[in-house]
């Protein structure tokens, strides 16, 4: 093991949170039409005044940036110049937001009566928004929230309104667009958009990212993205997304501004308006394209009970202070500002280090529900009991019990968990499963998985008694939906259960053997779940420390152990990761046994589906997790950054290139039949 | 014109003396920017050059009448000129010796709590600032209450006794060379005038300080002490105005070898001047004021005027590469040097002709230049000069903010019409320079001042706490310089900018020769501060003084200072493709155990912050110790190497030992 820095308690995860307070009471009693059109005078970045969109389009356009592009994009194809700035402008034109109070004010309106029809609650930390007013008015300023439903952005600009903060701008993908009236609703509520891909085409970067550029240098409006790119289908944070961060980090490292403020925002939800959409696409159903009608039907949903949402603002993080002693900005000394250039290495890996930095800080200030901590249990009772006899479901009273034991292993770990104190555990338990009525079935005092079996599903589910195959997928939805839930309670017990499993297959005790397993597991992993770059050492100690802690481990400076005490933790957190290891094993079998030379990338996720459905219907695999093509991807990047699988770019279409030594060598030591040691890990 | 007016009469004051800390090097150095002046309201330059010749004139200390000029232009008078001499042997019997500048003009808050300036010898002194305690205690949070004044007298006791080389004393004592070992004179050049080295002389604190004092007389003089120093293994410390801001003079505490320290004030005059090729040949330890006074009085002048050029002399200025405030007309330092003399332990380095340019390999002017002392002493130098201006008018623009005032500078700086000197103030100093306005007189100037000022900034529209300014200096044929002047006011007035007035623009230069004496002022109340400069491109110009002037803040509020500081910039020079920024910070250190230490820090931290956006390691102060960890990733591994070889070469033994640089 190599040398390792002391290791400093981690305390920091049980700092104190914030409370948070519901801004719904007060849209309960009082005119929401008034509140539309109260006064709205936020506080500015050095108290600057608003600026037309069509000056900051003209200030895009007329940038050096842009006018350098331009100029190397007219000799390269030989196009006149003014001909390529119409292009440009075109660009803008198609991206720009154009924010009208009007628009806000209608959303206000709008969306008062919609949340209130829908939750319960909508929590937000108010000291979390001083800081942030604060920031706002000292540096420019970069949102980002999570990412886990369509909602999230409205929401925040609504939250945003609420406090009389600056509407941000919202760099929205382009698929919004085709939503014709809704598209242009949004643009006048700050959206901007950017086409999901678009390569290397540098005019286009060029005017995008000046375009993002300009209103951070100028303090315009606070900037809003998603880290993570996309909606998390699964509720697991997703491995952040560079390219904007990039932006918004170049104005500070080129000295144009002084520094520019980070806020990391989680938002929450008890449940989640896409549940079962997500679930299906993931199964391979594809997501519909985003369409107005497809949002009038989403109003069947306004009948339901979706519970709260909390949205927690996090510690402003300045751009500068994580830059100190990482970036040498005078790197930028010897070429003109306006020329792109590609970041230096020293540069990218702090851009990667920062995302990784907020990913992780939005997962910790995440609000979690007693439900996930139910759906957690409910799922490992699921996997458990099948395959043995029909499933007999969890009683009530033991379940209780089980997720009054998780809520304290938890909060050992540093959960940020709204438990209601003023209520019994049982009752806790029971307004969770009736939250989720959908997913779960109670009766008779037991509790289970709402399969397709047990009686009609959720709707639009067609199978009484379909094909297996179908059934199978029906099941699948609910296992999905469900484990969506106890993904979002993943991030808390991640590094006891990489330890946890590196114990299981590791057959020493001895530190540095239960080390390497950790890091082989915590490598293998790394697309799956937020792993922060070269942190093995940090991840393996913060792991030993909790479980030290709470007596489940004895650690000392050469042996890891488990106590006999610390059975119940080391197995429940083993049977966390279970799904995922098992899913790693059967894309490593697939690709071993049965993928043909020349396998497509395109065709690689339909492939190992079916692979896998076979394996569930004859019953040598439990987990139909595997079926989700999130893990699918997941593992199939592991392997690529692994060089166990290779990418051979063909004329037409990427052939995958499988080195079944390596993919089976990892299969095994996957499956604990190999050791670290011998692993080919080694030698990769 | 004789004297006209006031000023001129014995020794009136102008010039320049800067910003506390011009300069520097380890010999004198030169500064930064320009000179304050005089003289009436409308001087012609002929009056205005009586002046600062009448002012730089020496007291008569010591003696002689003043030097005539036609001594020196004859060559071979040179024991006549001895007589006149503006820096006497012992310096603290004119100047402070834990302060800047003369011992008779300083700053002080009288019994009424009114700011005044005492002494004769400049425009402001005797005069009352009503202003300044406003604006002194409201931007530090300091009070006159709270006083910390500085140990009056040197305390002998606290100087170390000198290590001496026996056996060189002898050797210089036979060559007839005059020396001393006295304690004043040891400590008097052992520091230049960064905030640590003042700081601790205030407090009666005494370092490491040479062991002895030389004062050659002359080329030989020079070419002797530099045997001598090598045969009995000394190390040579040279030492010219002593303005030096980059911890140049500091002796290194490292050194076991007995510290001589070279000052080259006695070889000061004029040697000839040859005005068929407008060229003089000067000793190198003529310090600014004489130099121009001598030259004057000939109808010429080199019009090279750093800040420092009070007390800074021609050897300082070449050995740090310095920089004067009309640079624009006359050229820095380097452009103005033709040949120069340099005793090095090798032997003698000089080139053989007196040409305008040569393609002989590279410039060995240019290892001499910048080489803060650390191959030889620059003996003799000739200089370029010119015959003196006709007309010299101030001037000055009002800016809505500082962002139009730089692109303003920049616009005149595209179309190279820079008067002699340019300078823009940001709002801070533009209030400062607001409190250090005398008593006006008469109620019609201050109704007039009131008046100004609502057109500005309630007709105009320029917001009081944005605006800014800049001043102006044209120099030339009466003709020329109207010509000129309307030019650049036509430039600023696209830029949004107003003319404001010869007054505004004459007090602007003021500032810069005050606010050395005013640090002392800042110290005897709790208040430190320093102010430290750089080049940048022209595009950073903005970002660059922004992102200083915040680091600044955040890093004194970091630290634990209490008040926010006075963190301010102005544009200094400017040049085809970038500009010179200077930025000043003070604050007020009430409850902070160890002040300069969070000074340095805080320095530090702005340097860093400077090279982050693009700066320089510094345009003019040179690097002295004060900057050397900066300068492997300024110029290079290689360049370091460069420069280390030639140090190798020139002085194995590391007789010039002040480790400045490398």
Redesign the interface.
Known sequence: MASRAPYSHRDSMLKKRDDLEDILEERRNSSDLRYALKCYAPVLYKGLTPCKSIVLKSMVLESDQLRYVINQVSKETGEAADVIQEEALAILEEMGHRLQLSTVRFFAFALSKAFKALFKSVCVNEEGIQRLQQAIQEHPVVLLPSHRSYMDFLLMSYILYTYDLALPVIAAGMDFMGMKFVGEMLRMSGAFFIRRSFGKDKLYWAAFSEYVKTILRNGLAPVEFFLEGTRSRTCKSLTPKLGLLNIVMEPFLK??V?DVSLVPVSISYERILEESLYARELLGVPKPKESTSGLLKARKVLNEDYGSIHVYFGQPVSVRSLAQGRV???Q??LV??HIPQKPSEETQGFVNDTAYRLVRAQEENMVLKPWVLVASLLLQAHYQYQGGVAPQGVALEELTEHTVWLRGLSREFGAFLHWPDNMLPSDVVSSSLSLHQGLVRVSEGRVWLALVEQGPAGAGDPCGDAAPEEKLFAQAVTVLSCASYRNQVLHVFLRPALLAAAIHTTPSAKKEDVFNSFCFLRNMMANEFILCPGADVQDFDEACYLLGKMGALQVSQLQVAATCGGYKTLNFLTAMLDPFLQGYQVVCRYLCEEAPEGLTEKQFVPAVRNFSVKLLLAGHLKHCEVLSSDLQKNALAALLRLGAVQRVKGTEQVTLKVNKMSVNSLEDTLGGKLSTQKSVLARL | MPGHGVLQASHPAVAAAPSPHKHGSSMASGGGSGSGDSSGRRPTAQQRLRVIAGHLRKPADGGGPGVGAVECSAPGDKADAAGTRTVPRRRQEVMKWNGWGYSDSRFLFNKKGQAEFTGKRYRLSGMILPSLKDWFEGTFGASIQHKTPATPLLNPNAVKPPTLNEAFVEDLKSAGIPFSSDAGDRVFRAHGHCLHEIFALREGKVGRVPDLVVWPNSHNDVVKIVELACKHDVCLIPYGGGTSVSSALECPPEETRSIISLDTSQMNRILWIDEKNLTAHVEAGIVGQDLERLLNENGYCTGHEPDSMEFSSLGGWVATRASGMKKNIYGNIEDLVVHVKMVTPRGVMEKSCQVPRMSAGPDIHHFILGSEGTLGVVTEVTIKIRPLPEYQKYGSVVFPNFEMGVACLREVAKQRCAPASIRLMDNEQFQFGHALKPQVSSIFTSFLDGLKKFYITKFKGFDPHCLCVATLLFEGDREKVLQHEKQVYDIAAKFGGLAAGEDNGQRGYMLTFVIAYLRDLGMDYYVIGESFETSVPWDRVLDICRNVKERIIRECKEKGVQFPPLSTCRVTQSYDTGACVYFYFAFNYRGLSDPVHVYEQVEHAAREEILANGGSLSHHHGVGKLRKEWMRETISDVGVGILKSVKEYVDPKNIFGNRNLL
């Open positions: 000295g144009e002084f040498n900005r005078s930028f000394n003109p500002r």
